[in-house]
């Protein structure tokens, strides 16, 4: 019997749509199948461990996030754009979701490692051009930390909003958003 790549598919969103609105704990086989409309065998067909499973899921929200970072730094505005990637709530609730499940799966953590260099060499190389075109001075305008604070800022808002905490965010997006548009208003208002 062929694997049918459309089964294999709803699979993966079925997980992702779990992990997301309930945690990793309940994307077990028996609820992936159900979400999916299929018989739990199917699962362990096309993904002979839950670890597989939920690693092509990463995958897939991995791809799909770097290419929106490369949209976003290759933008008219890049780092308003980088910005709103990293705000994503449903984006940051999986990828908590991934580090939660990485504190006890050391395949999961290396793969997410993997990708946040990879994330990151991309964000330090669009912000290195960036603070270069705008005349500032790397050492006190040091992309790779440029990139890890702006990342930082975004995570922990989404993190609190999870927890259902808001206080400052407002003041803290505003913050940023002025930030940013310091970096990105045209060099005529610059002036």
């Known amino acids: 019997m062929a694997r049918d790549s459309t089964t294999r598919d709803m699979l993966i969103d079925a997980t ?7 945690g990793y704990a309940a994307a077990t086989s028996r609820r992936v ?3 999916a409309g299929v018989k739990p065998a199917l699962v362990h ?7 597989e499973l939920y690693l092509d899921v990463f995958r897939r929200g991995a791809a799909a996030y770097l290419e929106r970072q490369r949209e976003a730094l290759a933008s008219d505005r890049p780092l308003h754009a980088f910005w709103e990637t990293l ?26 490692s993997a990708w946040q260099d990879r994330w990151r060499e991309m964000q330090i190389t669009a912000l290195n051009f960036i603070v270069r075109e705008h005349g500032l001075d790397t050492s006190e305008f040091p992309p790779a930390g ?16 999870t927890l259902g905490t808001k206080g400052g965010h407002d003041e803290a ?3 940023v958003t002025r930030f940013l548009d310091r970096f990105e208003m045209p060099s005529k208002r610059r002036d």
């Open 33 to 35: 199948a159900a979400a």
């Open 87 to 112: 705000i994503e709530p449903k984006d940051a609730r999986l990828l908590l979701e991934f580090m939660g499940l990485a504190n006890h799966r050391k395949e999961i953590r290396a793969e997410i």
């Open 16 to 22: 992702s749509r779990i992990m997301v609105d309930e």
């Open 45 to 51: 067909y096309y993904f002979p461990t839950m670890d």
């Open 146 to 161: 440029l990139a890890v604070v702006i990342a930082a800022v975004g995570r922990t808002l989404i993190l609190e909003q």
């Open 173 to 175: 997006v505003a913050l």
